[in-house]
């Protein structure tokens, strides 16, 4: 019985990764996986420090994605608006893209929307279109960047809560 909650285990980390390439929760399912394995086994294996860890981790995760695009968007020197706008546009993209493409709609929307919500609060505030397009082009790379970085974290998760449960 016990290899079934490896097993588990194994498979909800690789679904996790996957989850959080498409900018869903998945951090979260890997943490909330290890844990589930560790109290199974007495907070043994993985130990409870493991699992503290990988919250810490999520957390982290979580607000690298979020701060990467409002801090390329600061570089180009967005208005506080536009930095408001490309989060809200990024979050509306990714809802409006997923449905039509499911899984690269999600990133794309994302991307797009954190554009499109940076280039209209610049010129909004601003009314200068060539530095709302420099805005927008920097908090879309950002938001590409912070969900790469979300995955790089997903992926060492995954890999510290199958050693430590097998280990």
Known sequence: MDYVWLVSLVV???VGVALTVVRMPGTWLIMAAAAACSWH???????????????????????LEMAASLITA???????????YAMAGGFLGMFMFTIPLPIIGTVLGGAL???AGALIGEISQHDD?????????FAAVGQVLGTMAKSMIAVVMAGLSVCAALL
């Open 12 to 14: 909800l980390c690789f």
């Open 41 to 63: 086994f007495d907070w043994a294996s993985p130990s409870w420090k493991i699992v503290v860890a990988l919250g810490v981790m999520a957390l982290l995760a979580e607000g």
């Open 74 to 84: 600061h570089k180009a020197g967005a208005s506080k608006r536009a930095l408001w």
């Open 113 to 115: 929307g954190c554009f």
């Open 129 to 137: 279109l060539a530095k709302g397009a420099k805005v927008g082009l």
